[in-house]
Every structure is written in structure tokens, then in C-alpha cells.
């Protein structure tokens, strides 16, 4: 099956500058992660979709992140303005609710952003 | 909520030798924990899983062990090889409703030649 895709690869913005990362989970997966990994440390979830409701945002950063999955499928992350500090890989996972593969995460590639 | 802690952050090993993780959690109630392999530049990729309702699990050169009492769980890997440098994360969870994973910082695992 074709994993989850996630563009664009590498991101160089100023700092107050706006951006925008796409997410396509893998086809019939309901369940949509958006993680931000700073480097040396595990992912940490900004926001979970369940379809194209919200779950969990308890870690969005609210002021300036936001993210949609309108249809259900493709998800937006949006980042305004950015700060320094935002600087990380941004990693969209997807999960199927089938019985078997309950709890198996798959990842993008990811976004890796650099605030300058 | 869960906090995991994983140790070490970095672990050197001559090729060949074992390399052991070990990670603990705070929430007792998790019952999933998954260990993911993310290698320079690539997605974490998940290698092995166990559930509370077991011990312990292997595959080939890979193994997990769990301590419910103690809350912690280990990653082993055997007869290492070049190809296994990454850097290795657990995570910890309570299945069933919203699946929300706590990650640990990571263990960057280097293997010699």
C-alpha cells in the first residue's frame, strides 16, 4: 500500500512569516496525526483527527498553529506567524481502525522546517 | 498523562555486541508500548510491539521484555550490524478510544564496524 505522503520536504522561512504543510494518510485511514519532533527528542502530538473531527489539540499551540482535515482525508498544518523556536520536522501519521492494525501508527517522511 | 523517560541517549556498540534500551512509563493503565526505528533523514518506522498481557516478545534479532510491576520496558537487540545506527523510540499507550502515544527522547544507537 502507498504510505503517507507529506510535502514539501524542507521549509526555510523568516521568523513572523507564515507556512503551510500538507498531509495524505494512507488511503481508508481514519485517524490523522500531526507530531513535531525538535531535534533529540521524540515526537511530540500538536493535534489528532478522528475523520474530520478533532480529538486531541490539548498541545496546539493555538495562537499561531492550526491545522484542518475537511473532507476526511488530506490535512493542513499551518503555522503563522513562525517563531524561532518552531523550528523542527513536522511528522503527519495516519492509523487504520481495523481490528488487527489497531494501534500501528505509520509515518510520513516529514517537513523539516528551519525559522530563521 | 503518561511520561516516558528512555535511556540511554546515546549507545555505542561494536558490531556484533547486543545493545539494550530500556524506557519507563508512568501511567499505569498504558497496555501498548511500540518501539520505532527512524534512521537519518527518514520516517519512524515501527519494529516490534508488545502488549501488558505478555512478557515478552521477539523477532529474529529483536526482542522487547516488559515489567508491569516495575513499569518499565526494554529493547534487545542481538548480533548488532552497521545497518541497525538509528535512532530507536518507545512509545507508551492505553488502546481502545483515542490512541495517543507518549514517546520517549530517543536513543540514538551507533554500531561499529
Known amino acids: 500500500e502507498a504510505g503517507v505522503a507529506q510535502s514539501p520536504r524542507y521549509k526555510i522561512i523568516e521568523k513572523r512569516q507564515s507556512v503551510a504543510f500538507w498531509c495524505n494518510p494512507i488511503?481508508?485511514?481514519?485517524?490523522l496525526y500531526w507530531y513535531q519532533q525538535i531535534l533529540g527528542q521524540g515526537p511530540k502530538l500538536l493535534i489528532q483527527f478522528q475523520n474530520n473531527g478533532v480529538v486531541d489539540d490539548s498541545q496546539l499551540p493555538k495562537d499561531r498553529f492550526s491545522a484542518e482535515r475537511l473532507k476526511g482525508v488530506d490535512s493542513t498544518l499551518k503555522i503563522q506567524p513562525a517563531k524561532l523556536e518552531d523550528s523542527a520536522v513536522y511528522l503527519c501519521a495516519s492509523r487504520s481502525s481495523g481490528t488487527l492494525a489497531k494501534n500501528i501508527q505509520y509515518f510520513g517522511a516529514g517537513t523539516r522546517l528551519s525559522v530563521l | 498523562g503518561e511520561n516516558v523517560e528512555q535511556h540511554p541517549s546515546t549507545l555505542s556498540v561494536q558490531e556484533g555486541d547486543s545493545a539494550v534500551i530500556k524506557c519507563t512509563y508512568s501511567d499505569s493503565a498504558s497496555n501498548y508500548f511500540p518501539w520505532y526505528k527512524q534512521e537519518l533523514g527518514k520516517r519512524p518506522q515501527l519494529i516490534i510491539d508488545i502488549r501488558s498481557n505478555v512478557g515478552e516478545k521477539k523477532d529474529q534479532r529483536i526482542a522487547v521484555t516488559l515489567n508491569k510491576t516495575a513499569k518499565h520496558f526494554s529493547l534487545h537487540i542481538t548480533e548488532t550490524q552497521p545497518e541497525d545506527s538509528a535512532v530507536y523510540f518507545c512509545?507508551?499507550?492505553?488502546?481502545?478510544?483515542?490512541?495517543?502515544?507518549?514517546f520517549g527522547r530517543g536513543t540514538s544507537l551507533i554500531v561499529h564496524p
Open positions: 512509545a507508551a499507550s492505553k488502546t481502545g478510544g483515542s490512541y495517543i502515544p507518549t
Open positions: 488511503s481508508g485511514h481514519a485517524t
